[in-house]
């Protein structure tokens, strides 16, 4: 079974298969849940794992995780990176090295429930307003097979995607 870029081809390419077969199997649900710890902190769990949360000092935070807006920068840069070695593996390309640079522009004035001076240009919408991500990529493969697999990364990624377009949000509240 041939491995490359640490992953078993054979295999990626079974599911693959599997999805094409039995289109249900390609249906998923993921899951996570959050606990308040103690000011802005705040540890997040999916499956068996565990991420923390805090925001900067600058924010009136400790400073002792990163942001939750960073990390959907974070998710962003490692779903390219995923993308990029699974696609790259089963075209039979080797990746030498992935760097993914991320940066995204936020106002806070929405996120503190103000209305900005119109001169500022800012709006009252939290979230992100863009974001760049600069992908460095090195390979054994031509310029143009690497950026066709950069076409192909983009448009499949599941979190670039969710971020590109509106998502439907379903929020309650459970008062104890």
Known sequence: M?????????KLLQVVEQVKQNWE???????ASTNWL?????????RDFTIKFDEPEMLCGTNTAANPVEVVLQAYGA???IGY?????????KIESIQVELEGEIDLP?????????????????GFKTITATI????????EQLKELHEHVVSTSPVGITLSRPV???TSVEVL
């Not at 041939?2 to 054979?10: F, M, Q, R, S, V």
């Not at 199997?25 to 899951?31: E, H």
């Not at 103690?38 to 999916?46: I, Q």
């Open 38 to 46: 103690d000011g802005f902190r705040v540890e997040a769990s999916s």
């Open 25 to 31: 199997a390609g249906r998923t649900v993921w899951k």
């Open 85 to 93: 070695v699974m696609n790259a593996a089963v075209r039979g390309i």
């Open 136 to 143: 460095k990529v090195k390979g054994d493969a031509s310029a």
């Open 2 to 10: 041939a491995t490359i870029n640490g992953l078993e081809t054979e």
């Open 110 to 126: 929405g996120f503190l429930g103000l209305e900005p001076p119109e001169n500022l240009g800012m709006d009252r919408l939290p």
């Open 168 to 170: 439907d949000i379903k």
């Open 79 to 81: 779903c390219l990176t």
